[in-house]
T-cell receptor, first 112, second 110 residues
Framework: DGGITQSPKYLFRKEGQNVTLSCEQN?????MYWYRQDPGQGLRLIYY???????QKGDIAEGYSVSREKKESFPLTVTSAQKNPTAFYLC???????????FGSGTRLTVV | KNEVEQSPQNLTAQEGEFITINCSYS?????LHWLQQHPGGGIVSLFM???GKKKHGRLIATINIQEKHSSLHITASHPRDSAVYIC????????????FGKGTHLIIQP
């Protein structure tokens, strides 16, 4: 079955370390998105990519980086510059702006 | 101020009750989404609306573009409906991605 796979489900990181969250889709979707969710807050857009080798900053891109070398993959790196990285991260994809979205199951990142 | 407001924030009801969750937004939109987030965190897309009404099983979603308001209804609610329901809008123009409400935490008691 087609879908989005995020890994790992839980991730612990020491302060000062970079960490990369994986997002893979086999839906042949062009657009992919990364969102961050904090307790009591709505999801916020970090980065998005509408096509391979192209990506755009979202509302809270500072301290994060992404790449889109393959259509299927959109990894997110949380760098040491991100001041408050502990959060729940969700990846999503969409075939087109006018269609619905498919979400992954998320990665919960905790900085220790 | 969040551009998408949901009410109520929390709702506890008895099995079988008719449930209504509301969403109001302040900007022009091209589409509105209703999403369901399970306790593990995964999100399922329930509806995408740009006008009128959609129905899927016991779920009904309506939208009034003029009033900038949408409702999600659950008929004959069941404990398995317990989840966080999230309203999200896609604005027009060059923006991409969605703007999300904070969610409504629904608990259906047997």
């Amino acid at each position: 079955d087609g879908g989005i796979t995020q890994s790992p489900k839980y991730l612990f990181r020491k302060e000062g370390q970079n960490v990369t969250l994986s997002c893979e889709q086999n839906l042949n979707h062009d657009a992919m998105y990364w969102y961050r969710q904090d307790p009591g807050q709505g999801l916020r857009l970090i980065y998005y990519s509408q096509i391979v080798n192209d990506f755009q900053k979202g509302d809270i891109a500072e301290g994060y980086s992404v790449s889109r070398e393959k259509k299927e993959s959109f990894p997110l790196t949380v760098t040491s510059a991100q001041k408050n990285p502990t959060a729940f991260y969700l990846c999503a994809s969409s075939p087109d702006r006018d269609y619905g979205y498919t979400f992954g199951s998320g990665t919960r990142l905790t900085v220790v | 101020k969040n551009e998408v407001e949901q009410s109520p924030q929390n709702l506890t009801a008895q099995e079988g009750e008719f449930i209504t969750i509301n969403c109001s937004y302040s900007v022009g939109i091209s589409a509105l989404h209703w999403l369901q987030q399970h306790p593990g965190g995964g999100i399922v897309s329930l509806f995408m609306l740009s006008s009128g009404k959609k129905k899927h099983g016991r779920l009904i979603a309506t939208i009034n573009i003029q009033e900038k308001h949408s409702s999600l209804h659950i008929t004959a609610s069941h404990p398995r409906d317990s989840a966080v329901y999230i309203c999200a809008v896609r604005t027009g123009g060059g923006a991409d991605g969605l703007t999300f409400g904070k969610g409504t935490h629904l608990i259906i008691q047997p």
